[in-house]
């Protein structure tokens, strides 16, 4: 652990380095709980910083599209910024149009985190007030980062709350796996397990509809590459200026709470490899579609648009406004985990 400066406001803020047996390492810094830097080796054993993000914290405080962070309390958008829970209408903070994204004008994103080691890693904690963005309920968050030495980042959330309440809760790492300013995505190689997404409206709402992927430039089921669908005339991939989207994971077999395989990310010039494992419904695959050469990443250079990606596990944008999709409600006496991990190897090939 270093001292990695202080808020605006003079609040201290730690940064922890992570490293395991094979050479791997991981930063993480307690505001936002953002992981700055993930040093993966490539088929030569080369290590590179495969994370986009800044190289000072005062660049994290300003306006950036969540690199690296904890998005919460609930991860994704929420239709007109309001839900209705027990019968009770909760209006929330609306910064992105017409509807609240993850988790507010001040989200988790934004908070300064309690921070204890624990075997392998650093578990952060944040309790979150009642009414705070306008969520009910206190939560009580813990969000514990470990790196194991097979070069698997695990990520474990837990919550518990005094009164109902809804909570999404993801990581939104944007990884290029060539390097961190190294060029597009648009030949890295992706697998999504998953055989139906959940189409959006103009607003990037989910319409509700759980659509079969069959046939369009959704379907991941085999490994392709980024590029061709990324630029197709498809009107989803046209709405939302590329790949923007929740895909519904096949998760026939598993109990709640199982871990599954989500996605696969192969960069066929490193070699490297990165396996997605969830105990989550959903992930949202996001291919930088607003990365507009403004922001200076860590390496000096400019990032453009798909210079990196987020798969982001995660239960469905607009759960509280949608019946039908898997509930994020979180009720006094229960208790919310999830995993997730993010599995770095190479191809020989």
């Known amino acids: 652990m270093e001292a990695y400066g202080a808020t605006a406001d003079g609040r201290p803020v730690e ?10 390492e991981v930063k993480l810094i307690t505001y936002g709980g953002i992981l700055t830097e993930i040093h993966a080796p490539d088929r030569q054993g080369r290590l590179a910083n495969v994370a986009l993000g800044f190289d000072s914290l005062a660049k994290y405080q300003a306006v950036h599209p969540y690199f690296g962070a904890i998005t919460g309390r609930y991860a994704n958008r929420i239709a007109g910024g309001r839900f209705t829970l027990d019968g009770v209408e909760y209006s929330l903070f609306k910064q992105d149009g ?17 921070a204890r080691e624990i075997d392998g890693g650093v578990e952060l904690s944040y309790s979150s007030p009642a009414g705070e963005e306008g969520y009910p309920g206190r939560l009580d968050v813990s969000v514990r980062y470990s790196l194991g030495d097979a070069n698997d980042l695990r990520i474990d959330y837990a919550a518990e709350t005094d009164a109902p309440t809804v909570l999404n809760l993801t990581n939104h790492s944007y990884f290029n796996l060539m ?3 190294e060029g597009t995505i648009y030949d890295h190689v992706l697998m999504l397990n998953a055989d139906h997404y959940t189409p959006t409206d103009a607003r990037q709402i989910p319409t509700g509809e759980i659509a079969p992927v069959n046939g369009t430039p959704f ?3 085999l490994p392709k590459a980024i590029g061709p669908g990324q630029r197709s005339a498809d009107e989803q991939i046209m709405m939302a200026k590329g790949y923007d989207h929740n895909f519904v994971l096949n998760r026939a077999g598993l109990a709640e709470g199982d871990l599954g395989l989500a996605a696969r990310v192969y960069e066929p010039r490193s ?17 930088g579609n607003f990365l507009d050469t403004t922001l200076v990443g860590a390496s000096g250079r400019l990032y453009r648009q798909s210079d990196g990606l987020a798969l982001e596990t995660q239960h469905f944008p607009d759960s509280p406004n949608q019946p039908h999709f898997p509930s994020t409600v979180l009720r006094p006496g229960e208790r919310f985990e999830s995993t997730t991990i993010y599995r770095f190897s190479t191809d020989a090939n």
């Open 271 to 287: 070699g490297r490899v990165m396996e997605v494992w969830t105990t989550e419904p959903g992930i949202q695959f996001y291919a």
């Open 219 to 221: 379907d991941f089921r």
């Open 179 to 181: 390097g961190e300013g």
């Open 98 to 114: 017409e509807c609240s994204l993850h988790g507010g004008e001040v989200g988790f994103d934004k908070r300064v985190w309690k």
């Open 15 to 24: 940064q922890y380095t992570l490293t395991n047996a094979a050479g791997m």
